[in-house]
Nanobody
Framework: QVQLVESGGGLVQAGDSLRLSCAAS????????MGWYRQAPGKQRELVAV???????NYADSVKGRFTISRDNAKNTVYLQMNNLKLEDTAVYYC?????????????WGQGIQVTVSS
């Protein structure tokens, strides 16, 4: 079965940094685009960052310059380095995987991990 397991969340103060990790199994990792999404209470889930199978990255405007997504295909792991965290970054963060270059491919999701930023 496909599994995406997030780790690295927690409670931090504004201005601090965190690195989230997502370990994938049950997929051909190198052929998948990987992404991070987040959802705050009462709000819709939103894209934070995505990295293609070829390494191309895209970010939400709200995190550009602060967050960096990367992948290690040898470890089947995608990371989200979060610097200069702000109160509005508080959310549950979800890992996402989807095959690139395949019509009709469907996404897989992790269970989510809490990130809380306090003042």
């Amino acid at each position: 079965q496909v599994q995406l397991v997030e780790s690295g969340g927690g409670l931090v103060q504004a201005g601090d940094s965190l690195r989230l990790s997502c370990a994938a199994s049950g997929i051909i990792f190198s052929l998948n685009a990987m992404g991070w999404y987040r959802q705050a209470p009462g709000k819709q889930r939103e894209l934070v960052a995505v990295i293609s199978s070829g390494g191309t990255t895209n970010y939400a405007d709200s995190v550009k310059g602060r967050f960096t997504i990367s992948r290690d295909n040898a470890k089947n792991t995608v990371y989200l380095q979060m610097n200069n965290l702000k109160l509005e970054d508080t959310a549950v963060y979800y890992c996402n995987a989807r095959r690139d270059k395949v019509l009709g491919s469907r996404p897989y999701w992790g269970q989510g991990i809490q990130v809380t930023v306090s003042s």
